[in-house]
């Protein structure tokens, strides 16, 4: 199973990004909960969204009201948008999925960089 990250980049306060996450694998039977989290240099990484398979979200205070996370479970893949974004929000963003393949387990992204100037 990996797990695809893209999306990130190079942009200004009060601006925008999507961020998107495609599991793929040729044993996948079911991704549970997916989500995004970030980590900053010199910092741990940190939640920054979970969605579960039926649509239930939950944010980092940080994000609330600036970024939302949705999935396409057809397609196996997160997306994160984020809006009105922050020089804070600058960061490192991985993807993690609980996967069903022989048993579940835990499978990450290789992160994608997003950079917020002021």
């Known amino acids: 199973v990996q797990l695809q990250a893209s999306g990130g980049g190079l942009v200004q306060a009060g601006g925008s990004l999507r961020l998107s996450c495609v599991a793929s694998?040729?044993?996948?039977?079911?991704?549970?909960?997916m989500g995004w989290y970030r980590q900053a240099p010199g910092k741990q990484r940190e939640l920054v969204a979970t969605?579960?398979?039926?649509?239930?979200?939950n944010y980092a205070n940080s994000v609330k009201g600036r970024f939302t996370i949705s999935r396409d479970n057809a397609k196996n893949t997160v997306y994160l948008q984020m809006n009105r974004l922050k020089p804070e929000d600058t960061s490192v963003y991985y993807c993690?999925?609980?996967?069903?393949?022989?048993?579940?387990?835990?499978?990450w992204g290789q992160g994608t960089q997003v950079t917020v100037s002021s």
């Open positions: 969605i579960t398979y039926g649509g239930t979200m």
């Open positions: 694998g040729t044993r996948i039977f079911s991704i549970g909960i």
């Open positions: 993690n999925g609980r996967v069903l393949t022989a048993a579940w387990d835990d499978y």
